[in-house]
């Protein structure tokens, strides 16, 4: 199970802190991701974390204003964000798939068909 929060309305230059909380599954063997989805755009990738080895991937439109980070203890997953623009509008959802020993992930991150796990989705809305 993967529980989003931490969305709401934030001025451009803003930021906001996206949390996941995961249950029911093995976190060390897990790919968590962060997707989003616009009004009338296609869901995309915007950031995963590899819990096996700590290989964070990040899409080119937030790379440098989004940071993914974890928190073991916790089983959560964090989406930092930083200078917040009006297109980084959108739903913003958790995804987790389990990774076997030898997979490779590399740019298969963003393909939201490879992931099994989905959360309900939290709305980020950039406005001024």
């Known amino acids: 199970q993967l529980v989003e929060s931490g969305g709401g309305l934030v001025q451009p230059g803003g930021s906001l802190t996206l949390s996941c909380v995961t249950s029911?599954?093995?976190?060390?063997?897990?790919?968590i991701a962060w997707f989003r989805q616009a009004p009338g755009k296609e869901r995309e990738g915007v950031s995963c974390v590899d819990n096996r080895n700590s290989d964070t991937y990040y899409a080119d439109s937030v790379k440098g204003r989004f940071t993914i980070s974890r928190d073991n203890a916790k089983n959560t997953v964090y989406l930092q964000m930083n200078d917040l623009k009006l297109e980084d509008t959108a739903v913003y959802y958790c995804?987790?798939?389990?990774?076997?020993?030898?997979?490779?992930?590399?740019?298969?991150?963003?393909?939201?068909?490879?992931?099994?796990?989905w959360g309900q989705g939290t709305q980020v809305n950039v406005s001024s």
């Open positions: 029911g599954f093995s976190w060390d063997w897990y790919a």
């Open positions: 995804a987790a798939e389990r990774m076997g020993p030898g997979t490779t992930w590399g740019p298969r991150w963003a393909g939201q068909y490879e992931y099994d796990e």
